[in-house]
């Protein structure tokens, strides 16, 4: 089956600087990507993914890139804020079989004043 | 629209003891899933549902049972609860199939303890 590694487990940013989440996946027949952020308390929320026909996708101060060849994809947060603290989890699904998704450990995002 | 609501929010049991946790959605969603999140390893797919009336085993399913009776919810059960599955519980739906209905929707979770 799918197996999803995610790396930093923890990150630690000031404001304003970039942060950058990497994830690696092992089945090339993987073709859907998103990004969930879970803040204390709460359940994950999607705030970004991307496909496998596509290299790059942007929405305001995040971004993913995906390397097909490689099989790995990153996040990149831009101009962090103190709101954007939190867990981030990748994941990786294959088309049909329920659109079940395989994630990663996770990453926990810091980001000091 | 309440979007994915878990019940309880928070569970104390013995070992041994059962228990149902409820998941519900207002949305329409064709399938749902229940993961369990441990510390440093994620989130892990027990069991989901394509449809009313249908279950499948996903990565842990062991200890757990679950039913879709009703389009809307989706019950996870254990039967006989063990120390190791002490764990935050979430629910999930998803709309159906791929192109832009890729993104599941989580509820609030459950917070389970097993002593």
């Known amino acids: 089956g799918e197996n999803v590694e995610q790396h930093p487990s923890t990150l630690s940013v000031q404001e304003g600087d970039s942060a950058v989440i990497k994830c690696t996946y092992s089945?090339?027949?993987?073709?859907?990507f998103p990004w969930y952020k879970q803040e204390l308390g709460k359940g994950p929320q999607l705030i970004i993914d991307?496909?496998?026909?596509?290299g790059e996708k942007k929405d305001q101060r995040i971004a993913v890139t995906l390397n097909k060849t490689a099989k790995h994809f990153s996040l990149h947060i831009t101009e962090t804020q103190p709101e954007d603290s939190a867990v981030y989890f990748c994941?990786?699904?294959?088309?049909?079989?329920?659109?079940?998704?395989?994630f990663g450990t996770g990453t926990q995002l810091k980001v000091e004043l | 629209n309440a979007g994915v609501t878990q019940t309880p929010k928070f569970r104390v049991l013995k070992t041994g003891q059962s228990m149902t946790l409820l998941c519900a959605q207002d949305m329409n969603h064709e399938y749902m899933y229940w993961y369990r999140q441990d510390p440093g390893m994620g989130l892990r797919l027990i069991h989901y549902s394509v449809g009313e009336g249908t279950t499948a085993k996903g990565e842990v399913p062991d200890g757990y049972n679950v039913s879709r009776l009703k389009k809307q919810n989706f019950l996870l059960g254990l039967e006989s609860a063990a120390p190791s599955q002490t764990s935050v519980y979430f629910c999930a739906s998803n709309l159906r199939g791929g192109g832009a209905d890729n993104e599941q929707f989580f509820g609030p979770g459950t917070r389970l303890t097993v002593l």
């Open positions: 994941a990786a699904s294959r088309p049909g079989g329920g659109n079940k998704l395989t």
């Open positions: 089945d090339s027949a993987s073709n859907y």
């Open positions: 991307i496909r496998s026909n596509v």
